[in-house]
């Protein structure tokens, strides 16, 4: 096909109507414009399929299905993809300008890669107070580093070739909470990885029943890791204790971030422990040292925020 696009991307959308034209400026703003945009609409029931209508933009493909989650709404994106390199966003995500330019220059000089990847910056649920993420240098074979690190962050990062993706096969909608960090190793034991060296990912953070969902998220990147092991080379097996340390403080650090009481924090400092206890090298890092001296600070804080002070007669 002559005048096909070069790049798929694949936005899922469900009850996005806060967020999703946002979204959607972010891609119709990149410097790089050979793109369609898929957006499954994912069963919303407010009003995100009426403000999709409302852009006029060939390259915008609007598919509306009964809800399947995010895991299946990605699948299902693939499967209308079109484009030699698929990328993902998240109808709440954003992507500064130069994303998928710098992405694709970069597989177009290692063509023998099949992943590239950014770094991301966090941003709170009002889009405010961007923080940069950690910057990373992996490249090549990162299948051991993305065993012990979900250094790609969300799943609004990566660019990947459709020859990858289609090694990879789909997503598993068995945990959706963490479902992209399963792809992305999937995609590693196969694909080589390329950086680009710079925060081009902003990630929104939702603090919304955070710690409700903690043990969930838990729950399924322990049996996620379960599966992953079971197909990693012997060799690696060695790194699992470091995956689940991985696991258990990315749990604290979330307890600790939108603990409101003593008992959010009790949890918070017993994930923590497990985390130390699994890989004890944790202890030497710098963003271990700083979580043990926030969690000790709001420790004391919440203490005296409890303490009832006498009346005054």
């Not at 598919?63 to 990605?74: D, I, K, L």
């Not at 698929?86 to 177009?108: C, H």
């Not at 990162?142 to 660019?159: K, W």
């Not at 990885?193 to 902003?202: A, G």
Request: aromatic share 12%; net charge neutral; glycine share 6%.
């Amino acid at each position: 096909m002559h005048n096909a696009p070069l790049v798929s991307v694949i936005i899922p959308a469900y009850n996005a109507e806060r967020t999703i034209l946002e979204t959607i400026a972010s891609v119709q703003q990149q410097t790089f414009s050979n793109f369609e945009m898929i957006v499954i609409n994912d069963g919303s029931s407010d009003r995100t399929l009426e403000l999709l209508h409302s852009v006029a933009d060939k390259r915008l493909k609007i598919f509306s299905y009964e809800n399947g989650g995010v895991c299946v709404a990605r699948n299902r994106g693939i499967s209308h993809a079109i484009g030699e390199f698929v990328a993902f966003l998240d109808a709440d995500d954003l992507w500064t300008s130069d994303k998928l330019e710098l992405q694709l220059t970069a597989l177009q000089q290692h063509p023998n890669a099949g992943v590239a990847y950014s770094w991301t910056s966090f941003m709170d649920d009002r889009g405010a107070s961007l923080s940069p993420g950690e910057p990373t240098f992996f490249e090549g074979n990162v299948y051991a580093q993305l065993l012990v690190n979900n250094f790609l962050a969300s799943g609004s990062n990566p660019l990947i070739s459709k020859q990858a993706i289609e090694s990879t096969g789909e997503f598993d909608s068995a945990f959706p909470h963490c479902a992209d960090w399963d792809y992305w190793i999937r995609l590693a034991a196969h694909s080589s990885f390329v950086v680009v060296p710079k925060h081009q990912i902003l990630y929104r953070q939702s603090s919304g029943g955070m710690s409700s969902k903690i043990d969930g998220i838990e729950k399924q990147q322990l049996v996620m890791f379960e599966k992953v092991y079971q197909a990693t080379p012997s060799e690696l097996k060695y790194l699992k204790n470091q995956s689940l340390a991985w696991v258990y403080r990315y749990c604290a650090e979330k307890f600790l971030q939108y603990s409101l009481n003593i008992s959010d924090l009790t949890c918070g400092g017993y994930k923590l422990w497990k985390a130390i206890t699994l890989n004890p090298k944790i202890l030497l890092e710098k963003y271990t040292h700083n979580l043990i001296k926030w969690f000790i600070k709001r420790w004391v804080l919440l203490q005296i925020s409890s303490l009832k002070l006498p009346a005054i007669s």
